[in-house]
């Protein structure tokens, strides 16, 4: 079984910056692409960043653009999301997803590209 464990949320005043990591555990699995999604309380989640392992394209949610940044490690399987220029708005709990199975039919922007998630972990961002 994999495990996806994401680590680094907290709070932080506006302005600041947080490094959020989602490492794989459990057993050996191959990834084609990792990603954040988000969901803020009382909304659906959404689409934060991605990347493809294949291609080494990065692909992020407009309201982020510019202010995070997504990178990783296939071979280990870690993705991380640094963010920077934090928003009251930003505020959600932030899910590490990864792809297993290579769904290229579906958008990475999608969450029916991914197969794995990990628990969330909370993002709060006060003004």
């Known amino acids: 079984q994999v495990q996806l464990v994401e680590s680094g949320g907290g709070l932080v005043q506006a302005g600041g910056s947080l490094r959020l990591s989602c490492a794989a555990s459990?057993?050996?699995?191959?990834?084609?692409?990792m990603g954040w999604f988000r969901q803020a309380p009382g909304k659906e989640r959404v689409f934060v960043a991605a990347i493809s392992w294949r291609s080494r394209g990065t692909y992020y949610a407009d309201s982020v653009k510019g202010r995070f940044t997504i990178s990783g490690d296939n071979a280990k399987n870690t993705v991380y999301l640094q963010m920077n220029s934090l928003k009251p708005e930003d505020t959600a709990v932030y899910y590490c997803?990864?792809?297993?199975?290579?769904?290229?039919?579906?958008?990475?922007?999608?969450?029916?590209?991914?197969?794995?998630w990990g628990q969330g972990t909370q993002v709060t961002v006060s003004s």
């Open positions: 997803a990864a792809d297993s199975f290579g769904r290229y039919s579906e958008p990475i922007q999608s969450d029916r590209r991914f197969d794995y």
């Open positions: 459990g057993r050996t699995f191959s990834s084609y692409a």
